[in-house]
């Protein structure tokens, strides 16, 4: 069965350092791949979405990569803000089907 | 334009029960997903209405089920109600299919006593 893992469960990282977050997957081949955030007690807001063909996408302080040979998405946040702390969630999906999240990295931006 | 709407914020209900949970998506999407969030399991996917028709199904049994209205809201409702039920429920929106960002709800939080 499917099955996709987040690097961690929690990630504490200092102000104003990148933070990388890992998300893996089996058994699975995914055609797009997300990004969410999520605040204690919020649902997930989007953040990025890469397709299977791109290799990297970038928004603002944020840049997601995407390694179908791997089966790896990698997620950065540059010059990491105490702001950016909350939980970090990778979807993956194929047209028409439903999302499948992974369970989730805790980051915290320590000042 | 409004986001996500799900009513009501949180709930109560005692085991055996039923419960129904209303979501209204952004204006003039069409796809309503629905999640239920748990801190051991994390979100997963219960199902997906698009234009009043249920599109994908989750793992989960009989006593969750779903509709959708001709106006894109929608209602998921839980029968027979365990304690393992008790959990975060989001609904997510799309414009169309599942191929674009899903927009989420604040979700209902459900509480079985």
């Known amino acids: 069965s499917q099955k996709i893992e987040q690097n961690s469960e929690a990630l504490n990282i200092q102000e104003g350092k990148t933070a990388t977050l890992t998300c893996n997957y089996t058994?699975?081949?995914?055609?797009?791949l997300q990004w969410y955030r999520q605040d204690p007690g919020r649902g997930p807001v989007f953040l990025l979405l890469?397709?299977?063909?791109?290799k990297e996408k970038r928004k603002e302080r944020l840049k997601v990569t995407f390694d179908t040979t791997l089966k790896q998405s990698l997620f950065h946040i540059t010059a990491s803000q105490p702001a950016d702390s909350a939980t970090y969630l990778c979807?993956?999906?194929?047209?028409?089907?439903?999302?499948?999240f992974g369970p989730g990295t805790r980051l915290s931006v320590l000042p | 334009k409004a986001g996500v709407t799900q009513t009501p914020r949180y709930l109560i209900k005692t085991r055996g029960q039923q419960v129904t949970l209303s979501c209204s998506p952004i204006?003039?999407?069409?796809?309503v997903s629905w999640y239920q969030q748990t801190p051991g399991q994390g979100l997963q996917f219960l199902f997906e209405?698009?234009?009043?028709?249920?599109?994908n199904k989750g793992n989960f049994p009989g006593r969750f089920s779903g509709r959708q209205f001709s106006n894109s809201r929608s209602e998921m409702n839980v029968s027979t109600l365990e304690l393992g039920d008790s959990a975060l429920y989001l609904c997510?929106?799309?414009?169309?299919?599942?191929?674009?960002?899903?927009?989420f709800g604040q979700g209902t939080r459900l509480t079985v006593v």
């Open positions: 997510a929106s799309s414009p169309q299919t599942t191929n674009t960002e899903a927009f």
């Open positions: 058994n699975y081949s995914p055609a797009y």
């Open positions: 890469i397709r299977e063909n791109e």
């Open positions: 979807a993956l999906h194929n047209y028409g089907q439903n999302f499948v």
């Open positions: 204006s003039g999407h069409r796809s």
């Open positions: 209405y698009f234009s009043e028709t249920q599109r």
